[in-house]
């Protein structure tokens, strides 16, 4: 292969909570804060993959930061317990058993824009908690995706490693990085430009590309 590792995004690249989450947000909503207008999985999609910060601002700007933050955290617990309980696959097709096979010869990283406790939620729910090798979120570090994955780049000694990713955010996070990128076109939007590594329709195509 060209690379010695691949990191992955997580939200519109493993899966889609969107449906899942804003309903958990709305009851939230609803329950705290009911001048706040609720969510659609459609705005949820253009959400996705900021920082959560940037995504309480978005979505919830009529309110102070006080009250803001303690909206998003209310969020953010409800959308944990209800994924935690959701018996459906929601993962896109092919992620999870490509990963599992792939992960034999090459190691799999995840960075993700999103809160603690998100992508540990994400490697338990998927059965892939003993194939990812390391990871790391704005959650966490308080940092940026790029700086995040640099953390995992060197904290792995990685030399030539790939991010997989569906967002314009992405694809300019590996730039910062210098990183390749590989557009996930599957899920929920796309670079503004074609100068990346490859694209994938589905991700079972990934070994094909790689």
Aim: glycine fraction near 10%; charge should be negative; include cysteine.
């Amino acid at each position: 292969m060209n690379f010695d590792g691949i990191i992955l995004d997580v939200d519109g690249t493993i899966w889609n909570t969107t449906q899942i989450v804003a309903e958990a947000w709305n009851k939230a909503i609803k329950e705290n804060f009911p001048e706040v207008q609720p969510v659609t999985a459609d705005i949820l999609k253009g959400q996705f993959g900021k920082t959560m910060d940037v995504i309480g601002k978005n979505l919830f700007g009529i309110l102070g930061d006080s009250d803001r933050n303690r909206l998003l955290k209310m969020c953010c617990e409800a959308e944990q317990l209800a994924i935690n309980e959701n018996q459906k696959d929601i993962a896109y097709e092919g992620v999870i058993s490509s990963i599992k096979e792939l992960s034999k010869t090459i190691p799999f990283f995840i960075v993700s824009n999103c809160q603690s406790g998100y992508i540990e939620l994400v490697m338990k729910k998927n059965g892939i908690t003993e194939v990812i090798t390391d990871y790391e979120c704005f959650g966490d570090t308080g940092r940026p995706k790029d700086e995040n994955i640099s953390l995992i780049v060197k904290r792995n000694n990685l030399q030539k490693p790939v991010y997989i990713g569906d967002t314009q955010g992405d694809f300019e996070a590996c730039q910062k990085a210098g990183v390749p990128f590989i557009w996930a076109a599957y899920g929920f939007g796309r670079p503004e430009t074609d100068d990346y590594y490859g694209k994938l329709e589905r991700f079972g195509d990934l070994e094909k590309l790689l």
